[in-house]
């Protein structure tokens, strides 16, 4: 029956996607793999009563047929988001809701990408992001991070040498999965660099509120002179994945193509879970609830830093985020990580994590992985890190990778 399928199916391969799922999920493992948010720190009952007043307040209208661009109340609650912690002036026109960021992502690819399509995405990159790309079978040019994102200047050479290029793909704060942020100088040079060649750029931002240290720096949509720049971002990180609730923010003439697709895809986001959003957004002060999940992440991001700090050979690296959810970890030239969590780190230390050849389009990258530190307890984090330490020490088992590894 597969030769009926369709080649973007046949040729797009998730299984990596299924490996975290998996490794998550067996209670057997530590597992640093999944991006989770802390399950305790959920507003269960706030967002339960959140549900009720808002099927009190609209009555049979809310099981209705409603707007494919969502509520009007809840965009401009957004628009207004959008510029008190962005610093981007948009109105409620300019933004829709989405089911997640994920299918903010997939309407953007939808939008943009022919069989074939030259974009640029970050080297390493978010594995979900990947997936939806790969459906529409893009040409991808990879870009290196480091500690101030995107390596500009490697972005220059590759529009200069591919003026094909159309879209640009970034993650720019907190980055999935390295953990740094771009610098402002970097974004302004983003933008330019998108004006002179006539590109779109898609910043995909949903660690943005979770900032632990350091200064807040504008969206790259805050520098966006021409229109180009499609913000996207979701409660799923601040409220809870299961309410799928993401939104785009978009200029007028990109807006109205975006809606058109929606509509052709799902008509709409549920109406309830967007008014129940809406209700807990007027009944509490959802900074307030940022703050305390960022006190808690920031707790786990220093205890994580300090295992590593203490468990983890001198040649191995890893970043030192200032928010979001991840840690990216380097390993020595030479490591495949993939084969080295299955074969060694798996069986012997039942801890799991991302290795990194599925976070590059290349698929080339193998000696370096990702860890989460925002599902997990201190204590638990803290043995992790130790097994994970102890399997690296003194040193690992060598199996054949690519020779080059990210620097950051």
């Not at 998730?14 to 209670?27: G, M, Q, W």
């Not at 740094?180 to 998108?194: C, D, G, N, P, Y």
């Amino acid at each position: 029956m597969k030769k009926l399928f369709a080649n973007r199916v046949l040729n797009n391969d998730t299984s990596d996607l299924d490996e975290v799922f998996k490794n998550s999920a067996n209670p057997e493992n530590i597992s640093f793999a999944g991006g989770f948010p802390d399950q305790h720190l959920f507003p269960d009952n706030d967002l339960k009563q959140a549900y009720r007043d808002a099927i009190e307040h609209d009555g049979q209208g809310i099981f209705q047929y409603s707007s494919t661009q969502g509520l009007p109340a809840l965009r401009q609650k957004i628009a207004d988001r959008m510029a008190t912690h962005a610093d981007v002036q948009v109105s409620a026109d300019n933004v829709m809701m989405t089911q997640g960021g994920q299918q903010a992502i997939d309407l953007v690819a939808k939008l943009m990408l022919n069989h074939g399509d030259a974009m640029v995405v970050e080297g390493p990159t978010y594995m979900g992001a990947l997936a939806a790309f790969d459906t529409y079978e893009p040409t991808y040019y990879e870009i290196p991070v480091d500690d101030n994102g995107m390596n500009i200047r490697q972005l220059r050479k590759t529009l200069k040498a591919h003026p094909e290029i159309k879209l640009i793909y970034t993650i720019p704060d907190f980055h999935n999965p390295t953990g740094t942020t771009m610098s402002a100088k970097r974004r302004q040079a983003l933008v330019a660099l998108a004006n002179q060649y006539d590109v779109i750029i898609l910043e995909d931002s949903p660690y943005r509120d979770l900032r632990y240290s350091g200064q807040n720096i504008p969206a790259i949509k805050h520098y966006d002179t021409e229109g180009r720049v499609i913000f996207i971002s979701s409660f799923s990180k601040i409220l809870s994945p299961a309410l799928r609730t993401g939104w785009i923010v978009a200029d007028d003439a990109i807006m109205h193509e975006l809606v058109g697709l929606k509509s052709a895809i799902d008509v709409q986001s549920p109406n309830v879970t967007l008014a129940a959003i809406n209700s807990y957004l007027d009944q509490h002060d959802i900074d307030d609830h940022v703050a305390t999940i960022s006190t808690s992440y920031r707790i786990k991001r220093d205890a994580m830093l300090a295992a590593l700090d203490q468990y983890f050979p001198q040649n191995v690296h890893y970043t030192r985020p200032n928010g979001g959810f991840f840690i990216w970890v380097t390993l020595p030239e030479g490591i495949d990580a993939k084969t080295l969590l299955n074969d060694v780190v798996l069986p012997q230390a039942h801890v799991a994590y991302v290795p990194s050849a599925c976070q590059f389009a290349s698929r080339k990258v193998k000696n370096g992985f990702r860890l989460n530190f925002t599902s997990l307890d201190v204590e638990t984090i803290t043995l992790g890190i130790k097994r994970l330490g102890h399997i690296l020490q003194p040193a690992p088992v060598i199996v054949p990778a690519a020779s080059f590894a990210p620097q950051f």
